[in-house]
């Protein structure tokens, strides 16, 4: 029997459609949404923190919890548009149970 703990992260798009989906801990924020069908995350590179394509903001509430940008991290996003300070590629946050209810706004 699997008793491992699912996450649930709340994924809200552009246009403002809300996704709650459940996220296995160990995997990217990233990867919850494409592996849930979210809009706008498109992970061009496939999660190696090479493209900038999974911008999301991170809700201000949860900012001290997910983590802070690797200095890699930082080069790419230096490229992305509307660059925020809660802004994160969600390649670069591992979910765990701590983040049991994180809130991200997808850029595209």
Request: aromatic letters at 4%; a negative charge.
């Amino acid at each position: 029997m699997n008793t491992r703990l699912m996450v649930k992260i709340t994924y809200i798009e552009r246009a403002g459609a809300h996704h709650i989906v459940e996220v296995a801990p160990g995997l990217s924020v990233m990867r919850g949404a494409k592996d849930n069908g979210v809009a706008g995350i498109a992970a061009d590179c496939g999660g190696a923190c090479q493209c900038g394509t999974c911008h999301v903001y991170v809700d201000p509430a949860w900012e001290n919890r997910t983590g802070t940008r690797s200095s890699l991290e930082e080069a790419i996003l230096e490229f992305a548009d509307d660059v925020r300070p809660n802004s994160r590629l969600a390649c670069q946050m591992t979910v765990t149970e701590d983040l049991d209810g994180l809130i991200v706004r997808v850029v595209e």
